[in-house]
Nanobody
Framework: QVQLVESGGGLVQAGGSLRLSCAAS????????MGWFRQAPGKERESVAA????????YYRDSVKGRFTISRDNAKNTVYLQMNSLKPEDTAVYYC?????????????????WGKGTLVTVSS
């Protein structure tokens, strides 16, 4: 069982930065691929970024490439999402996810564990 708790959301002006953190419980954190999804008001949930268990590979959706960076610290059981050059369209609830299969974490039905989410609001 893995429990995920996100933090770091808030209100920021366009062009600003935020860093989201996700603290995971459980001794097997390092064996899971980790990711971030987001859901904007009135829109479907979408994957944003993913990282392998070792941190050796990452993947991003096109709209955030070059602006967002996912990373992890297995010693601290924590995954991060550094978000720079934020835009109003990045406004959403951001969810931390974990999956035993990196190939599946990009898809909602491939996620094994979800956090409760943290709200990011980007004002124009």
């Amino acid at each position: 069982q893995v429990q995920l708790v996100e933090s770091g959301g808030g209100l920021v002006q366009a062009g600003g930065s935020l860093r989201l953190s996700c603290a995971a419980s459980g001794r097997t954190f390092s064996s899971y691929a980790m990711g971030w999804f987001r859901q904007a008001p009135g829109k479907e949930r979408e994957s944003v970024a993913a990282i392998t268990w070792s941190g050796g590979s990452t993947y991003y959706r096109d709209s955030v490439k070059g602006r967002f960076t996912i990373s992890r610290d297995n010693a601290k059981n924590t995954v991060y999402l550094q978000m720079n050059s934020l835009k109003p369209e990045d406004t959403a609830v951001y969810y931390c996810t974990a999956s035993a299969n990196y190939g599946s974490i990009w898809y909602s039905d491939g996620v094994d564990y979800w956090g409760k989410g943290t709200l990011v609001t980007v004002s124009s």
